[in-house]
């Protein structure tokens, strides 16, 4: 079926709850949604010297970057694909191994 002329809760009925690309981005809001309000209400201190507020700034909207990236990868027909799935996974940790590689190197 052809999401290009869609509207997006026809994407979200669709290939974000059937599709295993849309399982990471699922995933992906719902990891960074539960860090979040870990780093609200619990006052825990961010991995890598990063403020509580820039790490709230990171989960609210790195999950917008991985939504955006499932669409530029899956238009028009978001065809499943495990190979997808892993790049998103990939793009979806990135906040986290991006600065470890940066301490680290």
Request: proline share 9%.
């Amino acid at each position: 079926m052809d999401y290009s002329n869609q509207s997006v809760s026809a994407l979200f009925r669709g290939p974000l709850r059937s599709t295993p690309q849309g399982w990471v981005v699922l995933a992906c809001a719902f990891v960074y949604a539960v860090l979040g309000l870990m780093f609200v209400f619990f006052e825990i201190a961010p991995p890598l010297g990063k403020s509580i507020g820039a790490a709230i700034a990171i989960c609210i909207s790195w999950p917008l970057v991985v939504f955006v990236m499932f669409v530029k990868q899956g238009i028009p027909s978001f065809a499943p694909s495990w190979l997808g799935a892993a790049y998103l996974g990939l793009v979806s940790v990135m906040p986290v191994l991006y600065p470890l590689y940066r301490k680290l190197v």
